[in-house]
């Protein structure tokens, strides 16, 4: 049975998340959880996260074994953008965005 987390309006952007999703896709929840925590990059804490909210979700549910799940996909989308200046010299500004993505994990039993 499929349980599933979802991660709006993250502050980071989605390429970045998707390195980290790249990680742990397809592993059993405690591998990906000690990947994460011992993860370099900041999507790496936001992704740990959402794994413990998948992990909620399955218990709450019931009729799942906690310590049989494994992640089964994630989803990194682009979501909107805040757009920004930058004062630069002689009267100028440039554009900046900054850009937010949403992540969906899904979670399922190990057959």
Known sequence: ??????????????????LVAGL????PVEKASYQLRFSPKRGAKVMS????????????KGGIDVDNLYVKNILVDTGPMLKRFIPRSQGRATPVLKRMCHVT???DEAK
């Not at 049975?1 to 998707?18: D, F, G, H, N, W």
């Not at 996260?49 to 709450?60: I, P, Q, R, T």
């Open 1 to 18: 049975m499929e349980v599933k987390a979802q991660l709006r309006y993250a502050r980071i952007t989605a390429r970045k998340m998707r």
């Open 24 to 27: 742990c896709k397809g592993m």
């Open 49 to 60: 996260g959402l794994l413990d909210s998948a992990v909620s979700n399955a218990k709450e």
């Open 105 to 107: 994990m899904i979670l």
